[in-house]
């Protein structure tokens, strides 16, 4: 029994923490955020690194700062609408012939939720072509939640990671009104927690010596694992704006890999008569108890390249491409602070790329239209899929609002349609739980955001 119970020990923890450290939802690439600011949320992040009047630059392109004057500050709020829910099956114990049985308990419910993402920044622009700039917000994240007693409660049962980053950056006017470079250091804070339910009757089953016992059986005996974690590490930005003429600008900017070494401990739930089972063996005792862990993870480095045409004194057309590097993101190993082993979880995520289109046009000096576009691509794959990212290629639909009520105060609203192509997956686990079916999701996006200058 001590060689399987360690695989099914060493298994929930890895998917528990690598779960963690590797969640994400539908609205984005893997487990990034975009949602930082109303503007470029309503025009599908076109631009996002050179359209000017925007403080979000502070994060997404730093040289574009030198194009403000003065002081400005924004508050942006971005409110996530995720609505995701699972179809399918599968069966516990697969390969103990008759004792295997399909798998119980329902679809999970709506595993989406309502989540408001905030951000904050300042830029202070100085006449000898020096800006400075900071701002707080949060670039991976966020959570899903399935019923206790679903069909995949051996994949997920609660999946929530929370990062916030301090963006300190810089730029200056290298020719000025033309060519400007910046560059930003990132203080970033994560914290994860993770839970899936334990199949012990399962692992029970599988040793000849506890076969006979009565629930031995799988889906007989459930227990449950807890993993939390945190961590804080930095990385960093640079980039650069050109404009060869007023009409048509270009931003570059690239963003630093960050690596977290994510400190955290396992609570485990295991049954009574479980619990004995285990303890009365010396080889086993030391099983399924509170303990710590440590894992380490690369977050992906994300370079974007940003174009405007000023077609005329009312409209602007903007494009993006962005390419998150999630090859970081290979596997994550676990270590134990017990004797146990090193345990390896491969995830394999490929690079992905963002394409956007959009448009602002002026209807007067008080209110500003804009629109967008865009595709995503997911850097998962049907091998790779798992219910805690039920991710797949996105396209977007995007409109916004801008409302001058002042030289000084402006208010901006967007509002984004995501609409994924459907994720299905199929698990084999190490525990003998096989897991398939399909998601149908779709995300709404409500941004908003106050900017005030002095």
Do not use: C
Not at 164 to 184: C, H
Not at 226 to 235: H, I, L, P, R, W
Not at 243 to 254: A, K
Not at 323 to 338: A, G, M, P, Y
């Amino acid at each position: 029994m001590h060689s399987h119970t360690r695989i099914v020990q060493m298994s929930a923890l890895a998917l528990g923490i690598a779960g963690a450290l590797a969640f994400g939802q539908a609205h984005a690439s893997g487990f990034q955020l975009k949602e930082n600011s109303a503007k470029a949320l309503g025009r599908a992040f076109a631009g996002s690194a050179v359209a000017p009047g925007d403080t979000s630059v502070v994060v997404n392109n730093p040289a574009a700062m030198t194009r403000f004057s003065g002081t400005t500050i924004q508050a942006d709020v971005t409110v996530i609408d995720l609505n995701a829910k699972f179809s399918g099956g599968g069966y516990a114990g697969y390969g103990f012939g008759p004792v295997a049985a399909p798998l119980t308990g329902g679809d999970g419910g709506e595993a989406g939720d309502v989540t408001p993402v905030p951000a904050m920044s300042i830029i202070h622009k100085f006449d000898n072509g020096l800006a400075v700039g900071a701002m707080v917000s949060a670039p991976f994240g966020l959570k899903t939640e399935y019923d206790a007693n679903w069909v995949g409660r051996y994949s997920a049962i609660k999946s929530e990671v929370k990062t916030v980053d301090l963006t300190v950056s810089a730029a200056y006017e290298i020719v000025p009104d033309r060519f400007s470079v910046g560059a930003g250091i990132i203080y970033e804070r994560g914290e994860a927690e993770l839970s899936k339910a334990v199949d012990f009757g399962t692992a029970l089953f599988a040793n000849p010596a506890t076969r006979p016992l009565p629930f031995a059986r799988p889906q007989l005996r459930d227990g449950k694992a807890v993993v939390t974690g945190d961590d804080s590490a930095f990385g960093w930005i640079v980039g650069m704006t050109f404009r060869p003429t007023d009409s048509l600008s270009f931003g570059l900017s690239h963003r630093s890999e960050i690596d977290h070494e994510l400190d955290g401990k396992v609570d485990w739930t295991v049954p009574a008569d479980v619990a004995t089972i285990f303890g009365s063996s010396p080889t086993t005792s030391s099983l399924f108890k509170d303990g710590g862990a440590l894992a380490k993870l690369t977050t992906p480095s994300i370079t974007t390249f940003s174009a405007m045409w000023q077609v005329n004194d009312k409209l602007a057309l903007m494009g993006d491409f962005t390419q998150t590097d999630w090859h970081s993101l290979r596997e994550v190993r676990i270590d134990f602070k017990n004797p146990d082993a090193d345990s390896v979880e491969p995830f394999n995520w490929g690079d992905t790329r963002f394409w956007s289109i959009g448009a602002e046009y002026k209807l007067s000096d008080a209110f500003t239209l804009r629109g967008g576009y865009a595709y995503d691509e997911t850097p998962t794959t049907f091998a790779t899929r798992t219910p805690r990212l039920p991710d797949e290629d996105r396209r977007w639909y995007s409109l916004g609002v801008t409302w001058n009520m002042s030289d000084k105060i402006e208010l901006n609203a967007g509002y984004t349609r995501i609409q994924p192509d459907t994720p299905k997956i199929g698990i084999f686990d190490s525990s003998r739980h096989v897991l398939f079916g399909k998601f149908s999701s779709d995300v709404n996006l409500f941004a908003f955001s106050g900017q005030y200058k002095f």
